[in-house]
């Protein structure tokens, strides 16, 4: 075995771990975790909003009934209430998995020999598995009334899920009602999207289909019915009223598609927690 000295320190070279690259990927095989509680949940600044039929300043409108809006449990609390309730079966899962990963290896003897370098390199093969891409500034959000949450929750790395709604079986981004009709911003008169714009930040939406309705000469005829039927085409349209902004919904695809990406990102932490605890 090849070794360098690095100021009076052994250094093992990587290729020279015994490491199995393939089993780096196997899967834990462990039950799902779900987001949320509910068949109807929101997810926003990091933190599980659900429906009741409360009055609320913050509320949903669905096929003409009005809900009001309740924070529930952080995604944080509901992960760890399923790492307690999967305890053994995540514990012996990450044991199986080292198995595999160190093949043929007396633990203790390899961290005698390799010491930290072996949980480092470990580490970096597991981060390359589950990488996922860097959060970037995107969407403004709300009025600010609802402080940002974030406790550490596997789910606050999932990429473009920072503001959902989870509906039926089916996901939705949400976009304030002023970034929705930004995406039809050319199709405006550029005096009257001044003037449109700026209502938008505090209009209802019907209101703003009223302003839109009055001014059809300013806007396209296919953009001016696709924003009625999609913001407010009479009083059973869906709204959503949240952190002091109203939101449209935009579908992403089926939650069991986002279900399937957390569970993988949480896959991956549980890979890191293992290399973490070797031997402690």
Known sequence: MRRKVVEGGPVIFKEDMPIDEAAVSAPLGLPAASIGRNELTLLYKGRFFVLNRKPADSFAKIWGTTYGIEEDDSPKKMEDSYRAANANEITGAQR???????????LPTAMQVYGDQLKSILREK????????SRVPGHTTGAGTIAPLCEGAVLDELEGCERMLFIDGKAYEL???AEYLSKFVKTFDPQFWKTLSS???TATPEAVIRLIEGNRDKVERKTAGVLKGKIHFNERSFELFL???YFIPE?????????DRYNRLLEGRMKLDAVDNLLT
């Open 243 to 245: 952190d002091g902004v």
């Open 175 to 177: 976009l304030t009602l």
């Open 126 to 133: 597991v981060a390359a598995v589950y990488a996922t891409p």
């Open 251 to 259: 579908h992403m695809g089926a939650t069991s598609e986002i279900i």
């Open 96 to 106: 199986e998995w080292l198995a595999k990963v160190l093949p043929s290896v007396d």
């Open 199 to 201: 209502a938008a930040k």
